[in-house]
């Protein structure tokens, strides 16, 4: 597991990625809430000295163990389903920054659970996301997140737990004199990728692979982002397209669990923006209820691309916020359907309300679900000039090397 030396650089960095992905300094007095499952309650120990230390307000709150969560879902009507907790609007409405420590004891517990169920629990509290979507477009809330190892999420990756554990501490750089250093390198690599991407006027992109063939339109005034601090680790520079024109074939070779189930093998078919199942080596059921869990579930919510040599994590870790951002062999592209970023808007953050979201093709939806291709790929963009440039491939971004 971590000793104490890699959790105090785990808060370290953590706190590193709240204070990147708000870009404006905190100030005294500023709320912080801590979130964390049972078995990380060593790391929010150290993430909670360390915001004291900081003079702002922690609030720590804790996650509900597998047991609870699926005693609630068995049992929740649709009224206790949708109840909104007194006073969770004013605290959201006041938050400077928000730190998730994941750690769960299960990830399979809700598989038998109605995704109907799910899925209203999930649109009666979208108003709190929408709260701080609102907040950080502003710069004046941060987030971040990071994992744990336990024995749940290493049995069912495979890997033992203390291989596990060490696919951790490689990723977030805990194995480094100076973690914070560490990312902050990173950090500036990053933003020149993603400058030399935002320096092109591109009507689509067009991926391709064994298993894949699909074209994303960014749309109008889009900006690829990305290693911001907002997860921890995270390597891949994404952006939310213009939903309405995605087009083609987009498979996932890449397994994911989601809300206990497993699913391997997606394989998605876009018309004219809506996405269908055209099948799935397993789970296909699943992944059609979750498509249809609001109008905008079966719609593209982001595209991302990972470069294998900015990402350390090189084994399937059973959850999203690793797997994501699998580097490995040959890098990774992963899509999201649902909802999109906010952020990812080239413009004032002031200026997107709800009505330009809707005009620029940003699409709106309570899921946000990652699908993940590892496969070898090129990445084309066709720019609105008529030339066209590979963007990726290998593994990598292809930006041209500096004189």
Excluded at 24 to 52: N, S, W, Y
Excluded at 112 to 123: N, Q, V, Y
Excluded at 142 to 167: K, V
Excluded at 261 to 287: D, I, M, P, Y
């Amino acid at each position: 597991m971590l000793s104490d030396i890699q959790l105090e650089k785990y808060a370290k960095v953590l706190f590193w990625g709240m204070q990147k992905a708000r870009v404006t300094p905190f100030a005294p007095g500023d709320i912080v809430l801590i979130r964390t499952d049972l078995q990380a309650l060593a790391l929010a120990e150290k993430m909670q000295a360390l915001v004291l230390a900081k003079g702002l307000n922690p609030v720590v709150r804790m996650n509900l163990p597998s047991t609870l969560e699926k005693g609630f879902f068995t049992g929740a009507g649709q009224d206790q389903l949708s109840f909104v907790v007194p006073g969770d609007r004013e605290l959201f409405e006041r938050l400077g920054g928000l730190v998730s420590l994941l750690a769960p004891d299960s990830i399979t517990h809700l598989k038998d659970t109605p995704p109907a169920k799910i899925a209203s629990f999930s649109l009666a509290r979208k108003y709190l996301r929408d709260i701080l979507d609102r907040r950080e477009a502003m710069r004046e809330f941060g987030w971040t997140l990071c994992l744990m190892p336990t024995a749940a999420l290493a049995e069912n990756s495979g890997l033992s737990l203390g291989d596990y554990a060490a696919q951790i501490i490689r990723a977030a750089y805990l194995d480094d004199a100076d973690p914070v250093e560490a990312w902050e390198g990173i950090f500036r690599q990053a933003e020149g990728v993603k400058a030399w991407l935002n320096g092109m006027d591109v009507e689509y992109y067009h991926v391709q692979s064994a298993s894949t063939d699909l074209r994303v339109y960014p749309g109008e005034s889009r900006r690829w982002i990305g290693v911001s601090g907002h997860n921890i680790p995270s390597f891949e520079l994404f952006m939310s397209p213009d939903h309405r024109l995605t087009e083609g074939v987009y498979h996932a070779d890449q397994p994911s669990y989601r809300s206990g189930n497993l699913v391997s093998g997606v394989t998605l078919e876009f018309s004219e923006g809506k996405a269908r199942v055209a099948g799935a080596e397993q789970g296909e059921a699943f992944v059609r209820s979750q498509l249809e869990m609001d109008p905008g579930a079966c719609q593209l919510g982001e595209f991302s691309l990972t470069d294998k040599r900015f990402s350390r994590i090189d084994a399937f870790m059973a959850h999203t916020l690793f797997d994501e951002n699998f580097g490995g062999e040959h890098g990774n592209c992963h899509v999201a359907v649902g909802a999109s970023y906010a952020d990812t808007y080239a413009g004032d953050p002031a200026e997107l309300t709800e009505e330009r979201k809707k005009e620029l093709g940003f699409n709106d939806s309570a899921l946000h679900w990652d699908l993940v291709n590892t496969e070898p790929k090129k990445v084309t963009a066709f720019l609105r000039d008529g030339t066209k440039t590979v963007i990726y491939e290998d593994g990598m971004f292809a930006m041209p090397q500096a004189d």
